[in-house]
């Protein structure tokens, strides 16, 4: 008996009993279902966090306090800003910024919110990439040397806050304090550093003197983060290192003294999500396949069935001249259709599944290729790794104890 024979005598074989066919497929199918699924979810998350560190740009370097070494003080002020941003400093570093922030009570009329205040300087939003408006202007330099009382508001804030009423020019109590708002950003939705949509930011040193007095060790007055951004993604880890001699200097720190500041760079950032990412889909992958190896218990516990109720007719096919390799290879192939079949009904109930779990989840799910390779390649090892005991216990009866079996 050739292949295609085999192949058509396995699938009339299957067809003749279709209910039992189908329950032992279910486990083949909920397995390869779990793996697209799984692995296509954690593939959009790992994408779209990527994104979103990417899109702030891998040469922004963030530096902040360690408190654990700086005495509980904050310690970092403006002095350090400005020397960070000296060009004789360091050819590495192409702009600098920093913030403080915090909660505070935001009123406009009888609305009132407890949102995220943040001082800036002038260079946070470039530097963040947080450049477009939907009315209005940024905060400038003016405004940060004259502590002006403006304010620059997320989209969130701006709806939350005035409704359809158009903000610009209008003033908001922060802390009972008024400021006018002169800018609108467009929507950026959640990032590693707090949802802009939901923050409002005023000059620095208005925020220094009305709502955030922290002052160093040395009397300063602080911030609570200074970004760097290095000339070029291949120059961050020179702007990093040049951060560190700059900030030990700045702050007297002798050579066998820990840092009171803490750096991470995006680079860092992004290079410890993808470790992060990979393992995690890799258990992710390991819990679903589990469910595959279930399927596949299955598979070879009802081709063991099947040989028992098919001992008479291996019989007569071996008496008629039906050799051991043929009897073999049909069993392996109703086992290994078995599972592609499951295989090919799990990858669209996958799709299915991965699609409504992103639009619940927020997250666009990303069904590559080698997903699916692996999710049928699985299948169809495990049919054909289950499949091997059955089809040979059922080559290796013998014609005349085979044709006598009641």
């Known amino acids: 008996m050739n292949f295609s024979e085999s192949f058509l005598t396995a699938l009339d074989s299957l067809q003749s009993n279709k209910l039992r066919s189908a329950l032992t497929m279910l486990g083949v199918i909920i397995g390869v279902a779990a793996v697209i699924a799984l692995l296509s ?217 820990e840092d009171d500041f803490t750096i991470i760079s995006q680079t860092d950032l992004l290079a410890t999500f993808d470790v992060i990412s990979t393992t995690l889909t890799l258990f992710l992958g390991a819990v679903a396949g589990i469910s595959l190896l279930v399927g596949g218990i299955g598979i070879m516990n009802i081709m063991l069935v099947s040989v028992t109720e098919r001992t008479r007719e291996i019989g007569i096919r071996k008496a008629i001249g039906a050799l051991r390799r043929d009897i073999l290879t049909q069993f392996l192939l109703e086992s290994v259709v078995l599972s592609l079949v499951g295989g090919f009904a799990g990858i669209i109930l996958g799709w299915i599944i991965s699609v409504v779990a992103g639009g619940y989840l927020d997250v666009t799910s990303i069904i590559d290729a080698s997903t699916v390779t692996l999710a049928v390649g699985f299948a169809a090892g495990v049919g054909l790794i289950f499949g091997i005991y059955p089809a040979w216990r059922a080559s290796s009866l013998r014609p005349i104890e085979a044709l006598r079996y009641e």
């Open 41 to 257: 979810i954690g593939n959009g998350v790992t994408a779209s966090i990527t994104d979103e560190i990417e899109s702030i740009g891998t040469n922004l370097i963030t530096v902040s306090t360690d408190r654990e070494n700086s005495g509980g003080y904050n310690a970092l002020s403006l002095s350090d800003l400005e020397v960070l941003g000296d060009p004789l400093s360091s050819n590495a570093i192409e702009d600098v910024a920093a913030a403080s922030s915090g909660a505070q009570n935001v009123v406009y009329g009888s609305e009132s919110l407890n949102l995220t205040v943040s001082g800036v300087t002038e260079s946070f939003f470039p530097i963040n990439n947080m450049t477009d408006l939907l009315a209005g202007d940024l905060i400038y330099e003016p405004d940060v040397e004259t502590g002006a009382r403006v304010a620059v508001i997320g989209s969130t804030v701006a709806s939350d806050l005035f409704g359809a009423e158009f903000p610009i020019g209008e003033s908001i109590k922060v802390n009972g304090v008024s400021y006018e708002v002169v800018g609108v950003l467009t929507e950026s939705g959640q990032g590693f550093g707090g949802n802009p949509d939901e923050t409002v930011y005023i000059p620095l040193t208005t925020a220094q003197q009305r709502l955030y007095p922290d002052r160093t060790r040395s009397g300063e007055r602080a911030v609570s983060t200074i970004y760097v951004q290095a000339a070029s993604e291949d120059l961050a880890e020179q702007a990093t290192e040049d951060i560190t001699a700059i900030l030990r200097e700045q702050h007297g720190i002798t050579y066998n003294d």
